[in-house]
């Protein structure tokens, strides 16, 4: 049977540790460090998760400001909010919420956001850094967060055989750059892929991230291997469920993420990390 990674437990360390080092910021430099959140329109998700971003904030020392913007703002209204942030020295990080309503350039907004306040890490500067292994970016948040879960089971991952299922800007391609730099052998799986089982039947440590319920069955992965689900979907019953069939593959891994309570927490807790990172670069 594996063991159930806890991703809440392993994220109220980190915070517990951040918390410590956000109270050595705010004496030494006479502030808190400052987030400022944007959430466009009134999807209930990203209320939830631009909730939980404002909880950690206040758990860990960091002053907070959320900007709520209906869905009819303009496009430029929201662009000249980012260039104000940016511009704003008492702001440290700027996190625009994403998805965005359709009718929003999310691509155009994310592009204005200073790099140095990109505490998601998606702008093509903070993107290079991380392929130029450059410690000096700022890092996504969900690979970062990826990365310590598989650190927290003791696994060195020199050698390991890496299978990441899903391509996206956000988690799959910055992931497998986090797997290489711990020496990983990686192999990056999509919806174009054929045969997508002889891959993960390989894998040690398998990442999915595609948005698809119960994608992953048990007779898809490698015995003893490290599984992280990403995914967060609703099953039939409407209860959250992940892009792994965690009850069929459990008995199966050494280590698993459950969802939810594996990776969402860690993402909170690695923004923490980020907005402490960019407040120390912004003194």
């Given at each position: 049977?594996?063991?159930?990674?806890d991703?809440?437990?392993i994220?109220?360390?980190?915070?517990?540790?951040?918390?410590?080092?956000?109270?050595y910021?705010?004496?030494?430099?006479?502030?808190?460090?400052?987030?400022?959140?944007?959430?466009?329109?009134?999807d209930?998700?990203s209320?939830?998760?631009?909730?939980?971003?404002?909880?950690?904030?206040?758990?860990?020392?960091v002053t907070?400001?959320a900007?709520?913007l209906a869905?009819?703002?303009?496009?430029s209204?929201?662009e000249d909010?980012?260039?104000k942030?940016?511009?704003?020295?008492?702001v440290?990080g700027?996190?625009v919420q994403?998805?965005l309503?359709?009718a929003?350039?999310?691509?155009k907004?994310?592009?204005?956001?200073?790099?140095?306040k990109?505490?998601?890490g998606?702008?093509?500067k903070?993107?290079g850094?991380l392929l130029?292994d450059?410690?000096?970016g700022l890092y996504?948040c969900t690979p970062l967060?990826?990365i310590?879960?598989?650190?927290s089971?003791?696994t060195?991952l020199t050698g390991?055989?890496?299978?990441?299922?899903?391509?996206?800007?956000e988690?799959g391609?910055?992931?497998a750059?986090?797997?290489?730099?711990?020496?990983?052998?990686v192999?990056?799986?999509?919806s174009k892929?054929?045969?997508?089982a002889?891959f993960?039947?390989?894998a040690?440590?398998?990442?999915?991230?595609?948005?698809?319920k119960?994608?992953?069955?048990?007779?898809?992965?490698?015995?003893?291997?490290?599984?992280i689900?990403?995914?967060?979907?609703r099953d039939?019953n409407?209860?959250l469920?992940?892009?792994?069939d965690?009850?069929?593959?459990?008995?199966?891994?050494?280590?698993?993420?459950?969802v939810?309570?594996g990776?969402?927490p860690?993402?909170?807790?690695?923004?923490?990390?980020n907005t402490?990172k960019a407040?120390?670069?912004n003194?």
């Amino acid at each position: 049977m594996g063991k159930i990674i806890d991703g809440k437990a392993i994220a109220s360390a980190w915070q517990e540790k951040l918390k410590e080092q956000f109270a050595y910021f705010a004496i030494t430099v006479g502030r808190k460090p400052k987030l400022a959140v944007i959430m466009v329109g009134e999807d209930p998700a990203s209320a939830i998760y631009v909730r939980n971003k404002i909880r950690a904030c206040e758990a860990v020392g960091v002053t907070s400001e959320a900007y709520k913007l209906a869905d009819s703002v303009e496009q430029s209204y929201l662009e000249d909010l980012v260039k104000k942030l940016n511009n704003d020295r008492a702001v440290d990080g700027i996190l625009v919420q994403l998805p965005l309503p359709p009718a929003f350039n999310a691509k155009k907004i994310i592009t204005l956001i200073d790099p140095k306040k990109d505490v998601d890490g998606f702008s093509a500067k903070n993107l290079g850094s991380l392929l130029l292994d450059d410690k000096k970016g700022l890092y996504s948040c969900t690979p970062l967060g990826i990365i310590q879960l598989i650190l927290s089971t003791g696994t060195d991952l020199t050698g390991k055989h890496a299978v990441v299922v899903g391509r996206s800007n956000e988690v799959g391609k910055p992931v497998a750059l986090m797997l290489l730099q711990h020496n990983a052998t990686v192999t990056i799986c999509h919806s174009k892929t054929k045969d997508l089982a002889s891959f993960t039947r390989e894998a040690d440590v398998l990442v999915v991230a595609v948005g698809q319920k119960k994608l992953i069955t048990a007779d898809m992965v490698k015995e003893g291997a490290i599984v992280i689900d990403v995914g967060i979907n609703r099953d039939e019953n409407g209860k959250l469920c992940g892009d792994v069939d965690f009850e069929a593959v459990l008995p199966k891994a050494s280590f698993i993420t459950p969802v939810p309570g594996g990776v969402g927490p860690m993402t909170i807790a690695m923004l923490m990390a980020n907005t402490l990172k960019a407040a120390k670069g912004n003194v």
